[in-house]
């Protein structure tokens, strides 16, 4: 099966990623627990789809946490700027980069879900693999996966509300409205809250955020 990855992520600078964790923790540490899952996506990604790796980057990473660590990992990724207005835009956009070059599957994932694990992305990739889409409901209401085997089909992001309870819901019912047939996969959690955070290192301790959440829990007592 032709598959590849995209990850959708943002630098983890302080102040601009995982604001939402951050106004519980503290920006500083919101962001190390950012480059922490980004590299554990990173590596879960490279595992389950060897070189066939692409980034959309929003900000810089000379500017974030890990940032000469998380540089070494994307030596063999392919990294590209995000754009559009809005994040259904970015979608959108970056689905369409891809489209433009080999064809195969898509599997987008964000930087927000540091559990998943090569299993769960190739299994995406499969559902995918005979023309359906792909949706893996997060618990907040959102998605953490969407596999297409033609990456174009993701226009349809652009007019998708997105980073609300409905978002799953909406962008099931976009996908489907453009012919599709939507399969799901297993649901995971987002990491948006402390709470969340705790949940994904309790249940990926072995993880570098599960690592990095202990240590700051450690710390703390």
């Given at each position: 099966m032709n598959a590849r990855v995209l990850v959708?992520?943002?630098a983890p600078v302080p102040g601009l990623?995982?604001?939402?964790?951050?106004?519980?923790?503290?920006m500083e540490v919101a962001?190390?627990?950012?480059?922490?899952a980004l590299l554990d996506t990173l590596a879960t990604c490279r595992e389950a789809f060897g070189d066939d790796c692409h980034l959309a980057l929003?900000?810089?990473?000379?500017?974030?946490?890990?940032?000469?660590?998380?540089?070494?990992?994307l030596a063999t990724w392919t990294v590209f700027a995000q754009c559009g207005a809005t994040f259904g835009e970015r979608l959108a956009h970056a689905h369409g980069r891809l489209a433009a070059g080999?064809?195969?599957?898509?599997?987008?994932?964000?930087?927000?879900?540091?559990?998943?694990?090569?299993p769960d992305l190739r299994l995406a990739a499969g559902l995918a693999a005979d023309g359906a889409a792909v949706l893996g409901p997060a618990l907040d209401g959102g998605w953490?996966?969407?596999?297409?085997?033609?990456?174009?089909?993701?226009?349809?992001?652009?007019g998708v509300p997105m980073s609300t309870e409905g978002t799953y819901a909406a962008t099931w019912s976009?996908?489907?409205?453009?012919?599709?047939?939507?399969?799901?996969?297993?649901?995971?959690?987002?990491?948006d809250t402390v709470?969340?955070?705790?949940?994904?290192?309790?249940?990926?301790?072995?993880?570098?955020?599960?690592?990095?959440?202990?240590?700051?829990a450690a710390v703390a007592r």
């Amino acid at each position: 099966m032709n598959a590849r990855v995209l990850v959708m992520a943002k630098a983890p600078v302080p102040g601009l990623a995982k604001t939402r964790l951050g106004a519980g923790i503290g920006m500083e540490v919101a962001a190390d627990l950012a480059a922490a899952a980004l590299l554990d996506t990173l590596a879960t990604c490279r595992e389950a789809f060897g070189d066939d790796c692409h980034l959309a980057l929003d900000g810089d990473l000379r500017a974030g946490r890990r940032g000469y660590e998380i540089a070494d990992a994307l030596a063999t990724w392919t990294v590209f700027a995000q754009c559009g207005a809005t994040f259904g835009e970015r979608l959108a956009h970056a689905h369409g980069r891809l489209a433009a070059g080999s064809p195969g599957v898509v599997v987008q994932i964000g930087m927000d879900t540091p559990q998943v694990t090569s299993p769960d992305l190739r299994l995406a990739a499969g559902l995918a693999a005979d023309g359906a889409a792909v949706l893996g409901p997060a618990l907040d209401g959102g998605w953490w996966v969407l596999a297409l085997d033609h990456a174009e089909r993701a226009a349809v992001l652009s007019g998708v509300p997105m980073s609300t309870e409905g978002t799953y819901a909406a962008t099931w019912s976009a996908l489907a409205a453009a012919g599709l047939e939507v399969r799901d996969t297993g649901a995971l959690v987002d990491v948006d809250t402390v709470e969340d955070a705790a949940l994904v290192a309790s249940a990926a301790p072995g993880t570098r955020f599960g690592r990095t959440w202990l240590g700051l829990a450690a710390v703390a007592r």
